[in-house]
């Protein structure tokens, strides 16, 4: 089992940090076929057979955390990779 740990600073409003944590899991639900809905005000939780994450935002961060199953873990890296770039990407605006 593979773990991603990956944590975006961010200066927007809750509203606008909410918009964009919708964006990234809108990424992962059309890339990875993942199952979205929301917990509260601040958590956003995803899954599905082999994935199972959290976006949890923070007042000046978003924090994402996912747990990759035997099968997805072997695209880990890759996972990763694209998952730190578009929370950089959404949370810096």
Partial sequence: MAEISIVQEHSMTAPMARAAAQKVADKFATEYGVACRWEGENVLRFERTGVDGALTLGEHR?????KLGFLMGAFAGAIESKAADKMR???ST
Avoid: N
């Fill in 62 to 66: 978003a924090a994402l955390r996912i």
């Fill in 89 to 91: 990407r959404v949370f």
